[in-house]
């Protein structure tokens, strides 16, 4: 698929319920570092299914959930109907549709890899109000336990379609280009899930690169998973480990 707003359309239902939230510390570096409060505006771009999102709301932080992809959003808006200090809005890093100097940050989690980052930048200075901050957060997958590369493995046997996703990775020289002069911070925080089996093959089934169902390859390689989650679960569960990185700074 080609258009990335669209890669989670037949996915968002999964995505909502597998994928991790973000650590409590990324609220506490918007509020140390960057002096977050609580009558802030955040255009959190990208916003899926409202992971990120969540987590300012419950701050009680207002925020715009600016999401392209219709069932993402939907999921969101299921997901946050509770807070009435969220707003989803249908637009994209590129033309959030948002008033110009409105917010007081951008944030993104999970969602940077796919912006047009000379597109979003001058779209994220448009809309951000005279010294806003700009985080992104994403929730990588690490490779430190025998289970976790055991589940590399399973991935390295979808091919070009896991290799593609590898493609997006950001460099690390495109985070100063796109902060610019002022330059950036970035810190790392530890995050973990504990799934059974239904959860592990969900967190599976939630990536754009795996197969759906109607793939041929999807029971021989949930086969494959399978046998991974039995060999390295204890009491039921094994632990997703993730390493939240969080870059965050003021844009020129």
């Known amino acids: 698929m080609t258009d990335p707003t669209q890669r989670f359309s037949n996915r968002a239902e999964v995505y909502a319920r597998s994928r991790p939230h973000y650590p409590p510390a990324v609220l506490n570096i918007m509020e140390i570092e960057c002096g977050l409060k609580k009558s802030h505006k ?13 987590l300012f709301l419950q701050n009680k932080t207002f925020v715009y959930g600016v999401e392209p992809n219709q069932e993402m959003r939907a999921a969101a808006e299921a997901r946050l109907k509770v807070y009435t200090w969220f707003i989803s809005v249908a637009g994209t890093a590129e033309a959030t549709t948002l008033r110009e100097h409105s917010v007081e940050w951008v944030t ?15 779209e994220f200075l448009r809309i951000l109000k005279p010294r806003g901050c ?14 976790m590369r055991a589940y590399e493995r399973v991935l390295q046997q979808l091919g070009p379609a896991y290799q593609d996703s590898c493609s997006r990775n950001i460099p690390p020289d495109a985070y100063a280009d796109f902060f610019g002069s002022t330059g950036f911070k970035t810190t790392a925080i530890e995050n973990h899930q504990d799934l059974d089996w239904e959860g592990l093959r969900d967190r ?4 754009s690169y795996t197969p759906e169902q109607t793939n ?35 844009l020129t």
């Open 42 to 54: 955040i255009a959190d771009v990208g916003s899926g299914t409202g992971l990120l999102s969540e």
């Open 108 to 122: 993104a989690g999970q969602a940077f890899h796919w912006f047009d980052r000379t597109k979003a930048k001058a």
């Open 134 to 147: 700009v985080l992104l957060a994403s929730n990588n997958r690490q490779r430190t336990t025998a289970f």
């Open 204 to 207: 599976f089934s939630s990536s």
């Open 216 to 250: 041929p390859q999807y029971e021989p390689i949930l086969a494959e998973l399978r046998e991974v989650f039995k060999n390295h679960q204890q009491n039921g569960k094994v632990r997703f480990e993730y390493l939240t990185t969080v870059h965050y700074g003021l």
